[in-house]
């Protein structure tokens, strides 16, 4: 007897954020399976896909979004019900990754809990992880499988292409997002400036203090670049520093809107005129303060997933610009 293999894509959804799952599922022209998750009565999740899975290259996508660690156990229980339905391969699609703030130790006796919540996938059973914007680059080395790391930059790169003025600079909000700044001016064509920040010793980790810029900024619309919006700290200090040093305008353009505690009150304060950030997160619509606008990412994750499927180059529908 000889058998022909057929391969199939299965595409899942948690709970975190249906839409964005639902607008991939367009985008590669696929249904969104059934995995009816449930809560038992004590909070117990339950998960129990609607039909045979066997042998499947399953996709399963789940933002880590607030509340964080009830996504990233729904996750969890998701990737561990395929693998005991037998799936073929299981692959995470975790388009904001959470932890990946706590990704070192910046003092004594603290976790590092990206590298836990890499274990936790690969325990439940995930062969390959897939994310954007990653908080760093090392995070891709916490996992023993492949990870692909997409990037946001087209979106964006076309977004500013549409709408910034000449004479824009991009702005890196701290020493640690000038790589990622230098290849926005440089896809641009524009100049690029650094705003160099601390945090006060002793002090809670939002607060942010902006110290100097180093750059050519007077005149001219700034656009400060950064991978996530937390609290808004980094970039709201930024925005205010850039002013007293003559900008006539500023943007704020990350990937991941967290906008978390005060950061609504601090953008609504700052002064930003836009806030560009793409729909990793859900937002709901009485969190779309006027500044806001927010671009869909759906499309890169859906060619990311076609290409994982077809075992083709992820890296190059960013042309090799996807590594940090």
Known sequence: MQLTPTRRLELVSGRAYPALAEEIAACL????????LREF??????????SS??????????????????SIMEMLIMIDAAKRASAKRITAVCPYYGYSRQDRKSTGREPIT????????SAAGADRIVSVDLHSGQIQGFFDGPVDH??????????LRREATDGAVIVAPDAGR????????????????LVHKRRPSGSRSEEVEALHVVGSVAGRCCVVIDDMIGTAG??????????????TDVWAMATHAVLAGPALDRLKAAPISRVVVTNTLPLPEERRIDKIEV???????????????EDTSVSEIFGGQNLL
């Open 114 to 121: 990206a590298k836990l919540v890499a274990d936790l996938l």
């Open 53 to 70: 899975i066997r042998g499947v290259d399953l996709f399963i996508v789940q933002t880590h979004a607030a509340p964080v660690n009830d």
């Open 234 to 247: 980094t970039v709201c200090a930024a925005a205010e520093r850039l002013v007293e040093q003559g900008a």
């Open 41 to 50: 009565p004590d909070s117990e999740l339950h998960c129990r896909y609607g």
């Open 150 to 159: 997409l990037t946001a930059a087209p979106v964006l790169v076309d977004y």
């Open 29 to 36: 022209d696929v249904e969104l399976g059934e995995t009816n």
């Open 295 to 309: 671009i869909s990412i759906a499309r890169i994750i859906a060619d990311a997933i076609d290409a994982v499927f």
């Open 178 to 193: 000038v790589k990622v700044a230098e290849r926005f001016s440089q896809q641009l064509g524009t100049d690029l400036a």
